[in-house]
Nanobody, 123 residues
């Protein structure tokens, strides 16, 4: 059984930082494409960042230069370092994993999802 578990969310002031973790069991994230998505109340789930099995990274324009995705294969974990946080970054953040097929920015192409972790940025 595949499980993805996010952690690291919380309440932070604008300009602050958080590091989210996505730990997997039952699946080797080093062989997967892994994405981070977020969903704010009343909005659709949107792409944030992704890292593929070749460690190529992609980011949404609104996080470029502020967020960084990385992986630690020994820990079977993917991270999302979030710096210079803004109130508009407030959302539930989800990690997801898939094999190499499908567009990395489309949530529909991902097979496995975590339960999400809340990030709240106060002004």
């Amino acid at each position: 059984q595949v499980q993805l578990v996010e952690s690291g969310g919380g309440l932070v002031q604008a300009g602050g930082s958080l590091r989210l973790s996505c730990a997997a069991s039952g699946r080797t994230l080093g062989s997967d494409d892994v994405g981070w998505f977020r969903q704010a109340p009343g909005k659709e789930r949107e792409f944030v960042a992704a890292i593929n099995r070749f460690s190529v990274t992609n980011y949404a324009d609104f996080v470029k230069g502020r967020f960084a995705i990385s992986r630690d294969n020994a820990k079977n974990t993917v991270y999302l370092q979030m710096n210079s946080l803004k109130p508009e970054d407030t959302a539930v953040y989800y990690c997801a994993a898939k094999d190499g097929s499908g567009w990395y920015f489309r949530p529909q192409t991902y097979d496995y999802w975590g339960q999400g972790t809340q990030v709240t940025v106060s002004s």
